[in-house]
């Protein structure tokens, strides 16, 4: 008779033992407010975490290209949140160098920028600002313009930039 009130003690207790999935500290019993396991959304310390996973997203960026019209003083920026910044990035670097009325020529977002000149030549010239997906689109694009606004004369690449996007959290 002794023998299966004790398989059943020990039957209990190790049913019971593997129901609990977190063990209360010492002197707590099961249930109470002082027994929840580390991860429960009520405890102060879980407060500020959210359950949601977090989402990270991309965030376009803008270059700039400004010149003075008056001289060949050139300004770029790229990588900047806003056109805005951009655009005075490039302002400034014109003017740091020399340039007295620079302006915007070219703002592009989560582009390539090409500046295309004609080759050799150190004369007057149409100096041609474009952009493009990539730095080859945007080249070809250009070149024929440059060209028709330069006399026929073949041009080149004298400025190549790309602006890529930002992996925020």
Avoid at 1 to 30: D, E, K, Y
Avoid at 58 to 66: D, F, N, S, V
Wanted: aromatic content about 6%; some cysteine; hydrophobic content about 40%.
């Amino acid at each position: 008779m002794i023998l299966p009130r004790v398989f059943l003690m020990l039957m209990v207790a190790a049913v019971a033992g593997t129901a609990i999935a977190q063990p209360c500290p010492q002197g707590i019993p099961q249930g109470a407010p002082g027994c929840v396991p580390p991860n429960h959304p009520n405890l102060p310390s879980n407060a500020n975490q959210s359950s949601e996973p977090v989402r990270a997203s991309w965030r376009k960026t803008w270059g700039a290209l400004a010149a003075d019209p008056d001289s060949a003083w050139i300004g770029s920026s790229t990588g900047h949140i806003s056109r805005r910044a951009a655009a005075k990035e490039a302002v400034d670097k014109c003017k740091a160098k020399g340039g007295r009325s620079c302006e915007v020529m070219l703002a592009y977002e989560n582009q390539c920028a090409v500046i295309a000149v004609p080759a050799g030549y150190g004369g007057p010239m149409q100096v041609i600002y474009q952009s493009g997906p990539t730095i080859e689109r945007a080249g070809q694009i250009a070149f024929p313009q440059c060209a028709a606004q330069n006399g026929g004369r073949q041009c080149e690449l004298m400025y190549t930039n790309c602006t890529a996007p930002v992996l925020v959290k």
